[in-house]
């Protein structure tokens, strides 16, 4: 479970750090990164039947937040984009 969570911390973090470079604000990318983790729940919910027969409308929640790993994915995100926002600022 480490290297999955691990793994999709560092995407999460990579596209952080997309997002940090065109993001307008601290506030704008934390918006932005909310609303794609809100987003992949939203997906998730009304195609996961289509991409497992498991993943029902009523349960996709539960593969959504293991997946995520809770808040974790957007946190990483997150703080992708404040190191990149910041380093950009020093140099």
Known sequence: ??????????????VGVWV?????GVSGMAALLL??????????????NLLANEIDPEVAWVFWWM???GPLQPLAALLGALVVRSAGKRG
């Open 1 to 14: 479970m480490a290297l999955i969570y691990g793994s999709q911390a560092l995407l999460a973090a990579l």
């Open 20 to 24: 940090g470079r065109r993001a307008p």
């Open 35 to 48: 609303a794609a983790w809100l987003g992949e729940l939203a997906a998730l919910t009304l195609f996961g």
């Open 67 to 69: 997946g995520t790993c």
